[in-house]
């Protein structure tokens, strides 16, 4: 057993085969606790030219093996070249000219888009919740079993064709039909809704058929000689910090390989190859029947640092770690040696009672084919009688029916005689009825005629009459229209003369009213100025009056003016009063 290693910027991670990767996370040191994950889909293997051109953008590149996809890549063969993907679990392998855009690629669900080309896919799982899907030009198909499958899509007739080599499958039409596809069948659809062709299929295996066998069985392809000859796997490409390690194989083989300990951690995550005893072929050994592969595992964690997968005492952890592998190889061949033999005895019980098995039922088949015989020919000669009997009655059945049939032979010309003297009675009367008819007819004809003739006068009258009222109608809508016109251009001149005498009256109205305005303005001006001098006269006047006043009030002041004297009372003493 070797490892790999692939280093992812700073930290890197181990990609295991599945017996190592079964010791590592059997062994619990803290170092080798822990694997990264892989991506759902990349481009595993290519052969030839291979483009890639991601979502949304409209040129190709020249793309390399390890490549990771994402949701709405696309990829594309050239004509001779071939290339597988793993997406989701599953091994999808394209031949050369195939268009295939990657819809959906997760743990539960993978969706495709195949457009043009060949697609050989192996479907590794069909859990409940996954979903393996994909959409052709006529159809959308879905396998529900675990099985290798190839869907065709000629763009020339415009068809597609879905082999199922194992497994089951379901296809899809546009409008909702649906046709399941089992093992070994092969069908050619035309149209969006399921329509078979009837031509000849195509043959079972041809050159696509074989290069994907031998990727599925890992044999070595025509343009990978050197990889195959190799004994170890090439390294893969860097990828990113993150990924899933996925660690495939029975239930069995993960015990088996988790039971042992792994010697000399760090050595091993420095690089060093495990040693290994070669083993030693078994004489006459029976084949094991193999066990159905476990799910696939899937373990996410971060990558220990570098530091802690250093020895601290490389040489001394290395020469325990050679002694206990040498002491473990032994123990594990003589547990190999143990266990085939105890396999070959169970073969060999198991062989004879298969045999024991295989003599009791060839006998209890030979009693059951004697008893069916004899069952067979009782049956037959039952089967003998009663056909006699039917004979017989057949027989006698057939001679009362012909006396019957001869019966209703001559009822029947009776019947035909009475019919034939009522049909020619009836003819008679039929022609009398139509002799009768065609006099009738001819009568009304002429009659239809004679009213026709009438009619037809009648309408010519009725037309010249109709003429001449429509002649003078349009006369007499002439003349009203005429005086309609007169009435119309009387209307006319009398509104203009009406609107000219008001314009004039308005003219008129205003002069009067300018007049009325100018003569008001004059005469406010000379109430105005009439009154300026109306106030400057009372001005006038009052100033005049003022100066007389205090002329006057001057002239008394000027004056003596004796007091008045109050006689005093009697015992009090004279006082002027002031």
Same mark, same amino acid.
């Given at each position: 057993?070797?490892? &790999?290693? /692939? ?13 190592? $990767? $079964? ?14 994950? *892989? ?38 063969? =050239? ?18 000219? /195939? ?32 979903? &393996? ?20 899509? =000629? ?31 092969? *069908? /050619? &659809? ?14 079972? /295996? ?8 031998? #990727? ?34 029975? $239930? ?63 040489? *001394? ?49 030979? !009693? ?46 009776? !019947? ?78 009398? $509104? ?36 300026? #001098? ?5 001005? =006038? ?38």
């Amino acid at each position: 057993m070797t490892a &790999f290693d /692939t280093r992812t910027g700073v930290r890197g991670c181990r990609r295991w085969n599945p017996a190592l $990767a $079964a010791l590592a996370l059997a062994c619990g040191a803290g170092a080798w606790a822990q694997v990264v994950s *892989v991506p759902t889909a990349h481009l595993h293997h290519a052969e030839g030219s291979v483009a890639h051109a991601p979502q949304g953008d409209s040129e190709w590149h020249d793309v390399q093996p390890r490549r990771l996809l994402k949701r709405g890549d696309r990829l594309w063969t =050239d004509r001779g070249s071939r290339a597988e993907v793993q997406a989701g679990g599953h091994a999808l392998r394209i031949d050369g000219e /195939t268009q295939l855009v990657l819809e959906n690629a997760s743990e539960m669900a993978t969706q495709l888009s195949l457009t043009q080309g060949s697609l050989a896919a192996t479907v590794t799982r069909a859990n409940p919740g996954d979903s &393996f899907e994909v959409g052709t030009p006529n159809l959308a198909f879905r396998a529900r079993q675990p099985g290798d499958y190839r869907i065709d899509v =000629d763009t020339k007739q415009g068809v597609t064709r879905v082999v199922v080599q194992s497994g089951l499958a379901v296809v899809y039409g546009e409008q909702g039909e649906v046709m399941e596809v089992r093992s070994g069948q092969r *069908v /050619t &659809f035309k149209e969006r809704g399921l329509a078979r062709m009837q031509q000849p299929a195509f043959a079972p /295996t041809d050159d696509f058929d074989r290069w994907a066998g031998a #990727r599925r069985r890992g044999e070595p392809t025509v343009r990978m000689p050197a990889v195959a000859a190799s004994k170890e796997p090439a390294a893969p490409a860097p990828i990113d910090n993150r990924g899933t390690i996925v660690i495939s194989g029975s $239930a069995a083989s993960l015990k088996a390989a988790a039971a042992r300990q792994v010697p000399a951690v760090g050595s091993a995550a420095a690089g060093a190859v495990l040693p290994a005893q070669a083993a030693q072929p078994i004489p006459a050994a029976k084949p094991i029947p193999t066990l159905p592969a476990a799910a696939p595992l899937r373990v996410n964690i971060p990558a220990a640092p570098a530091q802690a997968m250093t020895p601290a005492a490389p040489s *001394v952890a290395q020469a325990q770690a050679e002694a206990q592998a040498r002491a473990r190889a032994r123990a594990e061949a003589d547990a190999r040696a143990r266990a085939e033999a105890d396999a070959r005895a169970r073969a060999e019980a198991a062989r004879e009672k298969e045999e024991r098995q295989r003599v009791a039922q060839q006998q209890r088949a030979e !009693e059951e084919r004697r008893a069916a015989r004899a069952e067979r020919e009782k049956r037959a000669a039952a089967a003998a009688e009663t056909k006699r009997e039917q004979e017989r009655r057949r027989a006698v059945a057939a001679k009362r029916a012909e006396e019957e049939r001869r019966q209703a032979r001559a009822l029947r010309e009776q !019947e035909l005689k009475k019919q034939a003297l009522a049909k020619r009675a009836e003819d008679e009367r039929r022609q009398a009825q139509a002799r009768r008819a065609a006099e009738e007819k001819k009568q009304a004809a002429a009659r239809a005629a004679e009213e026709k003739r009438v009619a037809a006068a009648r309408a010519a009258e009725a037309q010249k009459v109709a003429e001449n009222a429509r002649r003078q109608q349009l006369a007499r809508l002439q003349e009203q229209a005429q005086r309609e016109e007169q009435a119309a251009r009387a209307r006319r001149e009398q $509104a203009a003369r009406r609107a000219e005498e008001e314009r004039h009256e308005e003219q008129l109205r205003r002069e009067d009213q300018a007049r009325r305005e100018e003569l008001a303005r004059r005469e406010e001006q000379a109430r105005r100025e009439e009154e300026v #001098r109306r106030q400057r006269a009372l001005a =006038d006047q009052w100033r005049r009056d003022q100066e007389r006043r205090e002329q006057e009030v001057w002239l008394r002041q000027r004056q003596y003016q004796p007091q008045p004297m109050r006689p005093a009372p009697m015992g009090v003493p004279a006082r002027r009063v002031s």
